[in-house]
């Protein structure tokens, strides 16, 4: 099979697509001919540490390796078919559609991988193309995990998004709407009209004005994307608001511990953890429209290198998506 082998630290241009064998899967496992899948922050972050915090610089070279990388196939999301079914799965058959996630596993950035069949897998919704169905998983179920599960964002309550027009923002957009709150979309005023599409109630371009020095006070202050403090944000939170904060750095871990002891306002963050219910939960919006997966490009495999190129900028909106072809 094909796969992007990444084999060292450096430029894009270092991925290389290389013949390799086709991976076997365990008793517990399905193999999965994969037809999308994407180029995330993790991916850029694993490949050259490009979005990694400072303060978590040497711990996460300490996982990905220091002189040379320890994962050689990136990619996190994927949707396919199921090629083969491991001898204990029940699940699953050879045919099925699915989309899913190998979690830091990775190894999507390939035309095959194995996923366990009780891991993040479903079956993909028959009226979702491959591309929209790739880019669900990782994205959609981070922004649930800091709307849903650690904020717990409620109809009434107001929430500022910064980063709003990126593959998480844009799901945490939608998914805040969907539980009543009023959202503002901070982005550059060149996206204002795709996240107002969307259903964010107001718009700051970062590049005009400076929010944290808004009147305005929110229940909540959606850090996407790492440019925006705790510090910087208390100032336009209610007197109980929560920061939540996406790439923490360790000074933010301190401050989640002696918030959470306090009383007033409050920093939160956390890594979430997808789920084959939480994929349901999000499809099931997506079928009865209250949710759309958002696309800024599609790369085939051959050009990844130009994918993460683009990625690695930082202003990508929505997700970046990579298509996968197979002989015939």
């Avoid at 180029?39 to 300490?62: A, E, I």
């Avoid at 919704?125 to 650690?150: C, H, K, Q, V």
């Avoid at 490009?297 to 996968?324: C, D, M, N, W």
Wanted: charged residues 25%; neutral net charge.
């Amino acid at each position: 099979m094909k796969a992007v082998m990444h084999t060292k630290y450096g430029p894009p241009d270092e991925l290389q697509i290389k013949e390799i064998d086709r991976p076997v899967p365990k008793d517990n496992e399905v193999l999965i001919k994969i037809h999308a899948t994407t180029v995330t922050t993790s991916d850029c972050n694993v490949r050259n540490l490009t979005f990694v915090p400072k303060s978590f610089l040497f711990l996460s070279k300490m996982i990905f390796g220091f002189k040379k990388p320890r994962i050689n196939i990136l990619g996190l999301d994927l949707a396919g078919v199921v090629e083969e079914t491991g001898a204990n799965v029940t699940k699953f058959k050879a045919g099925d559609k699915v989309l899913g996630s190998t979690g830091t596993k990775m190894g999507c950035h390939a035309q095959f991988c194995c996923v366990p069949e009780n891991g993040a897998l479903i079956i993909k919704p028959d009226d979702m193309s491959w591309e929209e169905a790739a880019a669900i998983p990782l994205a959609g179920n981070t922004a649930l995990y800091f709307i849903r599960d650690l904020g717990k964002v409620q109809s009434g309550q107001k929430i500022l998004i910064h980063g709003a027009s990126g593959a998480i923002g844009t799901y945490a957009i939608q998914l805040a709407k969907y539980y009543g709150a009023e959202v503002t979309a901070v982005c550059s005023g060149g996206n204002a009209e795709m996240v107002r599409s969307l259903g964010a109630d107001k718009v700051i371009d970062y590049t005009k004005e400076d929010f944290t020095k808004s009147d305005e006070r929110y229940d909540f202050v959606f850090n996407v994307v790492g440019k925006t403090t705790f510090s910087q944000s208390r100032n336009i939170l209610t007197d109980k608001g929560i920061h939540l904060e996406n790439m923490l750095e360790i000074t933010d871990i301190l401050k989640m511990m002696w918030t959470s002891i306090t009383g007033g306002k409050k920093i939160k963050g956390g890594v979430s953890i997808e789920s084959a219910a939480n994929l349901n939960f999000l499809t099931g919006l997506i079928g009865s429209g209250k949710l759309r997966p958002v696309i800024d490009r599609s790369y085939p495999l051959e050009k990844i290198s130009e994918a993460f190129q683009y990625a690695e900028q930082g202003h990508k909106k929505g997700t970046v998506v990579i298509t996968v072809a197979h002989d015939s």
